[in-house]
């Protein structure tokens, strides 16, 4: 429980001190503003962040032209993580941005690449984080099909405020509209 405290991301606190030591020596600190851009669509992942506040969507570009946010994640995650099962140099499918302000911890893949190969605590870990982003997803899309735009909303809210620290939620219609969410029948 210690190493969750001081951390601050669950994925990396989860690892057992021999292991996490694999990865402390490349782990750098980053902090990110609203709106800022970890990934894009199509570049090649060069990094693995493991956020330790804030709140990461993931937006999907569709065919044509309209950015939707698919998901959320925070201190339970890490973003790119995916490009470790990946033999050679990995494409970002979705442009990761900052929905709100945070930091984070990065390292390169190629390092995250080795230290999954030597350590099975490592590979459980990111395995099981891989196995809850797809529930997640499927969930989302569960949602968004059968869902009223108020109850869609609700989980979006919930989903943020979730992955923050603070019981104020600092966000704007615009930036709910930027992300594709679309809540227009919704009185604001």
């Not at 943020?160 to 509209?177: G, M, N, P």
Request: charged share 15%; net charge positive; with cysteine.
């Amino acid at each position: 429980m210690a190493l969750q405290t001081r951390l601050g991301n669950r994925l990396l606190a989860a690892l057992p001190a021999a292991d996490f030591n694999l990865l402390a020596p490349h782990l750098q600190k980053t902090s990110f503003g609203f709106d800022a851009v970890l990934v894009r669509t199509g570049d090649e992942f060069k990094q693995v962040y493991f956020p330790l506040s804030g709140a990461i969507s993931f937006l999907v570009e569709m065919s044509g032209g309209q950015i939707v946010a698919s998901t959320l994640m925070g201190s339970e995650g890490a973003v790119g993580a995916l490009s470790v099962l990946s033999p050679s140099r990995s494409r970002s499918p979705v442009t990761a941005t900052a929905y709100v302000a945070g930091s984070a911890l990065h390292v390169p893949v190629s390092q995250l690449q080795h230290v999954f190969e030597q350590s099975a605590a490592i590979r459980r870990v990111l395995r099981f984080h891989f196995r809850t982003q797809l529930l997640q997803l499927q969930n989302v899309a569960a949602c968004n099909a059968v869902h009223s735009v108020e109850c869609r909303m609700a989980r979006w809210l919930l989903d943020i405020h979730d992955r923050v620290a603070d019981s104020r939620i600092q966000l704007t219609q615009e930036a709910l509209k930027r992300d594709g969410i679309k809540f227009d029948s919704l009185n604001f």
